[in-house]
């Protein structure tokens, strides 16, 4: 019961450093972006990863809900550069979201790989690297989040959610949706659910 009381939801403007590769440690990143969304007057934000020329998969629990919310948002490379998205497809239930750059051909397959590890690799915002070596997969009912989640041993910030964990091939594991800043814990959406959510969208892993 303690889980779903000290759950943070990481969705609040920061001044993250966003990833375009990086390969630290011989582990490569995809490219990620801040997702910046604004409505009724409130700016909030996150990340969100790259997955082909076109498409930015993110959480969902940054947009308001599904019957009100807007459905433009902006992406900031962090290299001087942001665009324009719209919003394809949100699933509370899965807490991922499908964004898809404006001006920008639809690539319906992804040139990412997703699978499964025991260790789990982030890069966090300042470029730091945190390893989970016992990540497991847990239940979970808490409201607008997946029934398993991935648990992995280390805290992240605010601002991090939708960034993506990797194993040490640089296949997706997850991608981070949650936190408990009391045991230094975060959760992500693992990578089957990922991989069922983007067939749900259409586009081929």
Known sequence: MRFFLVIIFTIIL?????????TPQNV?????????????????????VKINDCFVL??????????????ICTLDDRKGSLYEAEVIKVDFSADLALLHMKDADYDKKTSLAFGQSKTAVFCDS?????????????????ENKPDRLL??????????S?????????????IICAADKFDEICYAVPSEIIVEFLSQCGIRV
Do not use: M, W
């Not at 920061?14 to 990086?22: D, H, P, Q, R």
């Not at 648990?151 to 991090?160: Q, T």
């Open 28 to 48: 490569t990143f995809p490219p990620q972006f801040t997702v910046i969304y604004t409505a009724k007057n409130t700016k909030t934000t996150c990340n969100g």
């Open 162 to 174: 939708g960034s993506a964990v990797v194993s040490p091939d640089g296949k997706i594991t997850g």
């Open 126 to 142: 300042t470029g730091g690297i945190k390893r989970s070596k016992n990540t497991e997969t847990v239940n979970c009912l808490s």
């Open 14 to 22: 920061s001044s993250a450093t966003v990833l375009t590769g990086c």
């Open 151 to 160: 648990k992995l041993n280390f805290g992240v910030r605010k601002g991090e």
């Open 58 to 71: 993110t959480v969902a629990h940054i947009f308001d809900d599904i019957y009100e919310r807007e459905n």
